[in-house]
């Protein structure tokens, strides 16, 4: 067989990290099987355009459902990883300032109050009260400052396991057909248009897209892409 190499790039720009409790592990994996699929598609069609094995394209396959799966998670948790210590860094930071500038500290608090419209002596006496503690005070701090809710820091090991699990049902979509019949390529084709319309409609519930838009966009982008590496396959197939 040919020898194929699987580049797998995901951006994890799109997940919202700061936000991965419940509704944030659930929108990631969304997004993870967005990626094992339009990525194991266009892998897949890539060895099938160059090769008339499907062997080859199960090996291939498989190898890229598992190779993305754990470019997936290990981006994931050290995406998740380097931003908790980030913040955890400001925090101490901040937990200093509050202890060895208390009054600047109130003053900052209160103004910040302040510019959100509350009167001035409203904001005084807020701020005044809630310097009472470290505690409360770091949490409003950290809140107004710089915009993190302290205890709302997901877990990078659980954001991982989703990711990983989401991308390979993503990913096995277009690759299982070829592990049962000859018509294997028009049945991949097929649920994998459909698990692109499915995922595209899904994913519009976390932006402000219509269904319908999503759905089509999505068939769009993963079908243009399997459709390149077809092209791409055939044409490196040939030459072997
Ligand atoms: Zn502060």
Do not use: C
């Not at 797998?8 to 936000?19: C, F, I, N, V, Y």
């Not at 937990?95 to 003053?107: G, L």
């Not at 990711?163 to 057909?177: D, E, K, N, Y």
């Not at 243009?224 to 055939?234: E, H, K, L, Q």
Request: glycine share 12%; proline share 2%.
């Amino acid at each position: 067989m040919g020898a194929s190499i699987a580049v797998q790039g995901h951006s994890h720009a799109e997940t919202d990290h700061l936000e991965n409790t419940g509704s944030g592990i659930l929108r990631a994996s969304v997004f993870g099987v967005s990626d094992g699929l339009v990525s194991n598609l266009a892998l897949v069609m890539g060895v099938a355009g160059g090769s008339q094995s499907a062997d080859a394209v199960v090996l291939a396959g498989t190898a890229g459902l598992l190779a993305g799966a754990f470019s997936m998670a290990a981006g994931e948790y050290i995406s998740m990883i380097t931003q908790r210590e980030t913040m955890e860094k400001q925090l101490h930071v901040e937990r200093e300032h509050i202890v060895d500038f208390p009054e600047e500290e109130e003053a900052h608090l209160a103004r910040l109050l302040g510019e959100s419209g509350l009167d001035a002596d409203v904001a005084n006496d807020m701020a005044r009260k809630i310097h009472e503690k470290v505690d409360p005070a770091l949490d409003f701090h950290a809140l107004l400052e710089l915009g993190i809710v302290p205890n709302k820091m997901g877990s990078p090991f659980a954001a991982a396991v989703a990711s990983f699990f989401s991308f390979v049902a993503g990913a096995a979509i277009p690759l299982l057909p070829w592990l049962v019949g000859d018509t294997a390529l028009t049945i991949s084709i097929g649920v994998s248009g459909a698990a692109l319309l499915v995922v595209g409609g899904a994913v519009t519930r976390y932006t402000h897209r219509s269904l319908l838009v999503g759905a089509l966009r999505q068939l769009a982008f993963g079908g243009t892409a399997a459709a390149v590496t077809w092209g791409v396959g055939r044409a490196v197939g040939s030459l072997l």
